[in-house]
C-alpha cells in the first residue's frame, strides 16, 4: 500500500517550466521524474520549449540539464536562441550540457544500432554535473533511420525506461505533420509518454497563427482547448485560460473623460474600472477623445497605457498636439506607455499575449485601445471578436479603467453597429456621427448607452480647436438641432434680437423711471400743499378759540367793574326769576285782582 502512494504523489508531482502562461493550463508545469512528449510540425515551437525549460531549471531551482541533438548542432542552437534573453553562453557546460547526436544514415544501417552507447554516455555526464532535466531534441529523426518498427518500439521502450530509473524529468520533441494520428513511426510514443502537448503552426486569413494544446496529462487535471502562443524577448509565451465566472469589482468612484462638458452628458464621467466604446466613421475625432482621457489620466498622477494599431506613436503624439493635447511630456517620465502595433503581423491571440505582457509590466490605472476594429485583420473577423472579448475582461480583471475606438460598420457614417460587436460588453457607449447640411460636415456626439447612471440623450455638436475639443450647447430651431453655419447664423440673429429687445427694454425702462420720478414730483408737491392748508387750518383754529376765549374773560371782567358790593365781584352770578318770591313759613298766598287771582 505504501508503494502505492509512493507512485501516485511521483505521478501528480510537477515542477515549473517558467513559459508563462503554460504552468497556470498545465496546473504546475510538467510532471517530475517522469517523460513528456512535445509534437509538432516544423516551426511550431517544440524546441524552444524544451529549452527554455531547461534553462528556467538551471536559473531558479539550480538544476542541471542535458540538451541532446540530434537535428542541429548546439551551435546552432544556441545561435538560434540568441534572440531571448536567456544568456545561454553564460550558463556553461556544468550547468547544461549539449551534446550533439546528428548521426547519418549510412551509419545506422551498417550494422545493429541501438541507443545503449549513448544512454551510457549520457548517465556519466548526468552524474558528473548532477543533471535532473533531460531533453531528446529530434528523437524522431533517429528512430526514422532505423527503418524497423519493432526496433523503433524498443528504443523507446529503452529511452523510457532509463530515464524513470535515473529519476531524471525527461522531454521527447518529434515531428507531425497533420493530426497526431498520422505518426506512424512511433505511434505509441504518446501512449508510453505521460504528458503529451502538441504544438501547431497554421494559417488563417494570411495570417502565421501558433496554438498549443495539451493532448494528456496522466494523474494531473489541465485546461482543454488549444490556446495561442507568442515568441516574446523572454521566449514562449502562452496565453492564459479565461475564467469561466465573471467577478470584476463594482466601483462609484469617478473619473474624468478628459472635459467637463462631457462629464457632465455622462452624468459625472466615467466610473472606475469601466470600458468605455467609441465608435464612430474616420474622421470623427475618436483618436482625439481617446488622446484627451488619457491626457487626463496622466494629468491625475496614474499610469496609463496607449496601445495604437497600424499607427506609429510619435505621429499620434504630433497630431494630437494641434488640439492642444500633449501626451509626449508623459512619456519620458514613465506615467505614459505608448505601443504600436501592426495588426497583420501576428495574429489576433498573439496581440492579445502582447498586451497581456504590456499590462503585467506597466500596471496601468488607465488605458486606451486604438481602435479595436484593428483586430478583424489579424486573422479573420470570428477570431478577432473573441480576443476583443478576452482583452475587455482582462482589463476589467486589472480594475484598468479602459477607453477602445472602433470604427463602425458599413459606409453609413450614421450606422450604430460594429464589426467585433463590442457595443454590448461595453458599459458605455459614445458614438460619433456626421451632419452633413448646406455644404458644411460637422461633427456630433452622443451617447447611447451608460450603465449605471443618469446620461444625456442629446446629440451635442463636436468642435476642435488648439483649446481641445469642445461640446457646443445645444441650440434648436423649428425642432431640429443646428450646428455649424446655421448655428452660428441663428445664434448672430438671436444675439440682434436680444440686443435689440435689450435696447428697447432699457428705452421703455427709462420712460418708466420718468414718469415715476414726475408722479412722485407731483406727489410731493401735493404733499407739501397739503401741509400748508393743515397748517393754516390749525392756525385758524387756534385763533378761533383764542378769541372765544378773550370774549368770555372780557364779559366776566365788565360784570366785577358793575358790581358795587365787593362780594359780589368775587361770587358768581345768580340767574335771576321774573314775578318769582320766596314764599314766607306757615302763611298762604294773598290773592289780589277781582277775586279770580288774577291781576287786571
Known amino acids: 500500500?505504501?508503494?502505492?502512494?509512493?507512485?501516485?504523489?511521483?505521478?501528480?508531482?510537477?515542477?515549473?517550466?517558467?513559459?508563462?502562461?503554460?504552468?497556470?493550463?498545465?496546473?504546475?508545469?510538467?510532471?517530475?521524474?517522469?517523460?513528456?512528449?512535445?509534437?509538432?510540425?516544423?516551426?511550431?515551437?517544440?524546441?524552444?520549449?524544451?529549452?527554455?525549460?531547461?534553462?528556467?531549471?538551471?536559473?531558479?531551482?539550480?538544476?542541471?540539464?542535458?540538451?541532446?541533438?540530434?537535428?542541429?548542432?548546439?551551435?546552432?542552437?544556441?545561435?538560434?536562441?540568441?534572440?531571448?534573453?536567456?544568456?545561454?553562453?553564460?550558463?556553461?557546460?556544468?550547468?547544461?550540457?549539449f551534446l550533439n547526436a546528428h548521426l547519418s544514415s549510412s551509419v545506422i544501417q551498417s550494422g545493429e544500432f541501438d541507443l545503449a552507447g549513448l544512454l551510457a554516455i549520457l548517465q556519466a555526464k548526468q552524474?558528473?554535473?548532477?543533471?535532473?532535466?533531460?531533453?531528446?531534441?529530434?528523437?524522431?529523426?533517429?528512430?526514422?533511420?532505423?527503418?524497423?518498427?519493432?526496433?523503433?518500439?524498443?528504443?523507446?521502450?529503452?529511452?523510457?525506461?532509463?530515464?524513470?530509473?535515473?529519476?531524471?524529468?525527461?522531454?521527447?520533441?518529434?515531428?507531425?505533420?497533420?493530426?497526431?494520428?498520422?505518426?506512424?513511426?512511433?505511434?505509441?510514443?504518446?501512449?508510453?509518454?505521460?504528458?503529451?502537448?502538441?504544438?501547431?503552426?497554421?494559417?488563417?486569413?494570411?495570417?502565421?497563427?501558433?496554438?498549443?494544446?495539451?493532448?494528456?496529462?496522466?494523474?494531473?487535471?489541465?485546461?482543454?482547448?488549444?490556446?495561442?502562443?507568442?515568441?516574446?524577448?523572454?521566449?514562449?509565451?502562452?496565453?492564459?485560460?479565461?475564467?469561466?465566472?465573471?467577478?470584476?469589482?463594482?466601483?462609484?468612484?469617478?473619473?474624468?473623460?478628459?472635459?467637463?462638458?462631457?462629464?457632465?452628458?455622462?452624468?459625472?464621467?466615467?466610473?472606475?474600472?469601466?470600458?468605455?466604446?467609441?465608435?464612430?466613421?474616420?474622421?470623427?475625432?475618436?483618436?482625439?477623445?481617446?488622446?484627451?482621457?488619457?491626457?487626463?489620466?496622466?494629468?491625475?498622477?496614474?499610469?496609463?497605457?496607449?496601445?495604437?494599431?497600424?499607427?506609429?506613436?510619435?505621429?499620434?503624439?504630433?497630431?494630437?498636439?494641434?488640439?492642444?493635447?500633449?501626451?509626449?511630456?508623459?512619456?519620458?517620465?514613465?506615467?505614459?506607455?505608448?505601443?504600436?502595433?501592426?495588426?497583420?503581423?501576428?495574429?489576433?491571440?498573439?496581440?492579445l499575449t502582447r498586451l497581456r505582457s504590456l499590462i503585467k509590466e506597466h500596471q496601468p490605472r488607465c488605458m486606451v485601445i486604438d481602435p479595436i476594429s484593428a483586430l478583424a485583420k489579424a486573422g479573420g473577423l470570428s477570431t478577432a471578436r473573441a480576443v476583443a472579448n478576452r482583452l475587455v475582461y482582462m482589463v476589467k480583471d486589472h480594475g484598468i479603467t479602459v477607453v477602445i475606438t472602433s470604427l463602425v460598420e458599413g459606409d453609413d457614417p450614421e450606422a450604430e453597429a460594429t464589426d467585433l460587436q463590442m457595443s454590448t460588453i461595453a458599459d458605455s457607449w459614445i458614438h460619433l456621427s456626421y451632419l452633413v447640411r448646406n455644404g458644411e460636415r460637422n461633427r456630433a456626439l452622443s451617447i447611447i448607452k451608460s450603465r449605471g447612471t443618469w446620461h444625456s440623450n442629446q446629440v451635442r455638436e463636436l468642435t476642435l480647436s488648439a483649446a481641445g475639443p469642445m461640446l457646443t450647447d445645444v441650440y434648436t430651431a423649428g425642432g431640429d438641432v443646428l450646428m455649424g453655419t446655421l448655428r452660428w447664423e441663428k445664434e448672430a440673429e438671436e444675439s440682434a434680437r436680444k440686443k435689440r429687445h435689450s435696447t428697447e427694454f432699457e428705452n421703455k425702462r427709462r420712460e418708466l423711471q420718468f414718469a415715476e420720478a414726475d408722479i412722485r414730483a407731483r406727489i410731493k408737491a401735493l404733499e407739501l400743499d397739503l401741509q400748508r392748508q393743515m397748517g393754516e387750518l390749525a392756525l385758524y383754529s387756534s385763533d378761533h378759540a383764542d378769541s372765544a376765549l378773550t370774549s368770555s374773560n372780557r364779559e366776566n371782567q365788565l360784570h366785577e367793574m358793575r358790581s358795587t358790593d365787593p362780594a359780589m365781584r368775587t361770587a358768581p352770578r345768580v340767574k335771576r326769576h321774573a314775578a318769582t318770591s320766596t314764599p314766607r313759613s306757615g302763611k298762604s298766598k294773598k290773592k289780589t285782582g277781582n277775586g279770580a287771582g288774577h291781576a287786571p
Not at 17 to 44: A, K, M, Y
Open 1 to 97: 500500500m505504501a508503494g502505492i502512494k509512493r507512485v501516485a504523489s511521483q505521478l501528480i508531482s510537477k515542477v515549473a517550466t517558467g513559459i508563462q502562461g503554460f504552468d497556470t493550463l498545465s496546473h504546475g508545469g510538467l510532471p517530475r521524474d517522469r517523460t513528456s512528449l512535445l509534437v509538432g510540425g516544423p516551426g511550431s515551437g517544440k524546441s524552444i520549449f524544451a529549452l527554455q525549460a531547461l534553462v528556467h531549471a538551471a536559473r531558479v531551482r539550480h538544476e542541471h540539464g542535458i540538451f541532446i541533438a540530434f537535428e542541429e548542432s548546439s551551435r546552432q542552437i544556441i545561435a538560434n536562441t540568441a534572440m531571448f534573453d536567456w544568456g545561454l553562453s553564460t550558463l556553461g557546460n556544468s550547468k547544461l550540457f
Open 127 to 351: 552524474k558528473e554535473i548532477g543533471a535532473k532535466w533531460v531533453v531528446f531534441d529530434g528523437i524522431d529523426v533517429l528512430l526514422m533511420l532505423l527503418q524497423d518498427p519493432v526496433a523503433e518500439l524498443r528504443e523507446i521502450h529503452r529511452v523510457r525506461d532509463w530515464l524513470v530509473e535515473n529519476e531524471l524529468t525527461g522531454i521527447l520533441t518529434a515531428k507531425m505533420n497533420g493530426d497526431i494520428k498520422s505518426i506512424t513511426h512511433y505511434g505509441l510514443m504518446q501512449f508510453m509518454t505521460d504528458c503529451v502537448i502538441k504544438f501547431d503552426r497554421r494559417l488563417e486569413h494570411g495570417v502565421s497563427v501558433h496554438r498549443l494544446e495539451i493532448k494528456k496529462y496522466r494523474g494531473s487535471g489541465f485546461a482543454t482547448g488549444e490556446f495561442p502562443l507568442r515568441f516574446g524577448p523572454s521566449g514562449m509565451e502562452v496565453a492564459d485560460p479565461e475564467p469561466a465566472e465573471l467577478t470584476h469589482q463594482a466601483s462609484t468612484e469617478r473619473v474624468s473623460s478628459g472635459f467637463a462638458s462631457l462629464d457632465s452628458m455622462l452624468g459625472g464621467g466615467l466610473y472606475r474600472g469601466s470600458s468605455t466604446l467609441i465608435t464612430g466613421a474616420p474622421g470623427t475625432s475618436k483618436t482625439t477623445l481617446a488622446g484627451n482621457f488619457a491626457e487626463a489620466a496622466c494629468r491625475r498622477r496614474e499610469r496609463t497605457l496607449f496601445v495604437s494599431f497600424d499607427e506609429a506613436a510619435d505621429p499620434i503624439m504630433r497630431n494630437l498636439t494641434s488640439v492642444g493635447i500633449q501626451l509626449k511630456r508623459y512619456v519620458k517620465p514613465g506615467l505614459l506607455r505608448m505601443y504600436s502595433g501592426r495588426t497583420e503581423a501576428c495574429s489576433a491571440e498573439e496581440h
